[in-house]
């Protein structure tokens, strides 16, 4: 089992700058592949982001592609989303998840597929 903890969640005003991160422990992170999902209030949980365990391959949620971007470093264990632009709608509870995929580029977008989760962080984006 990995143990996730997300950071850097906060309140920003519109137009403005977060940038998460998620720390991973218990599982070598470099056979994970990571994501990042948000859950408004009132909305059912939806994908944000996702890479690789190389992190040659990202994708985004259509709501994000050009203001935000995940990355990762294997030395610190960490997966990042910077989050640019940020509009009142992307106020949400954000939540990284991970997925052992061994050696493959396997990189999934549903959260079904993912096995392990953090707990959550607060973004409150205000107009």
């Known amino acids: 089992q990995v143990q996730l903890v997300e950071s850097g969640g906060g309140l920003v005003q519109a137009g403005g700058s977060l940038r998460l991160s998620c720390t991973a422990s218990g599982r070598a992170f470099t056979s994970l592949a990571m994501g990042w999902f948000r859950q408004a209030a009132g909305k059912e949980r939806e994908f944000v982001a996702a890479?690789?365990?190389?992190?040659?391959?990202?994708y985004y949620a259509d709501s994000v592609k050009g203001r935000f971007t995940i990355s990762r470093d294997s030395a610190k264990k960490t997966a990042f989303l910077q989050m640019n632009t940020l509009k009142p709608e992307d106020t949400a509870d954000y939540y990284c998840?991970?997925?052992?995929?061994?050696?493959?580029?396997?990189?999934?977008?549903?959260?079904?597929?993912?096995?392990?989760w953090g707990q959550g962080t607060q973004v409150i984006v205000s107009s």
């Open positions: 998840a991970s997925r052992d995929v061994g050696l493959t580029e396997y990189t999934p977008k549903p959260q079904s597929a993912y096995h392990d």
């Open positions: 890479i690789s365990r190389s992190g040659r391959t990202t």
